[in-house]
């Protein structure tokens, strides 16, 4: 009979855990917004168990609980983003080809003293042989009281860039303001860039980006869609 009763309570935490998730598409935002409605609003303590961290665990860089106020305007971005090969490339100057990506954007540490910022890195590859075809890291930070957004980026190919613009909705479209390349760099000077982040769905993070080079005039470059993977 012991046997019986432990193997119960086993499989009701086993399935409590299994389904540990949010039950309405809205949970990651208005825990963003303010993560006191986890215990102080009964809707959302209810349908909002995952974001409000009462089942499951979720890793804190990723955790809205956990993001500060001024950069609520970018936690739709918050997660790890993965495409496998669903990345396409044009260009006039290249080949046209396909590639896999993984975009990794989080919550700085409770320690970060300075002016908040979410950190930001990208890492792409062939398809082929999986070797590494571009990565860039830096920070996603937003003008105070407004939906202003910078991000300033490192580049693999040897060009540091700082772009802004605004958040509508769901979709951040930054432009580039300053661009500095290393003096050795092979790639054309780039003129103008716009970059696009929209998110579909809850689990669907489109990416687009349009490039102006010294020949070339604005066009699409690159696009792709990810799935998130994590939290």
Known sequence: MLILLVLAVICQVVGAQGDCRDFDNNCRDWVAV?????????Y?????RRSCGVCGSVDPKYD?????????PVAFLIGKWRSEHGGKAIFPTIPKFTFGEQVEISIPD?????????????FAWSINDRDELHS??????????TKE??????????FVTVEEGPVIG?????????????????????HDLVREWTLLDSTT??????METLTHGMQEHTFIRYNKIAP
């Open 170 to 190: 769901n979709q951040l479209r930054l432009r580039v303001r300053d661009i500095g390349r290393i003096s050795f760099s092979r790639d054309l000077p780039v």
């Open 64 to 72: 809205l609980r956990r993001l500060p106020s001024s950069l609520q």
């Open 205 to 210: 993070l489109q990416a687009r980006l349009n």
């Open 136 to 145: 860039e890291s830096g920070y996603i930070s937003v003008k105070p009281n």
């Open 34 to 42: 303010n993560a006191q409605a986890c215990t102080s609003t009964e």
């Open 44 to 48: 959302i303590k209810r349908s909002c």
């Open 149 to 158: 957004v910078a991000l300033t980026t490192v580049m693999s190919n040897g």
């Open 110 to 122: 409770d320690e970060v003293t300075a002016q908040k910022a979410l950190n930001y890195t990208a």
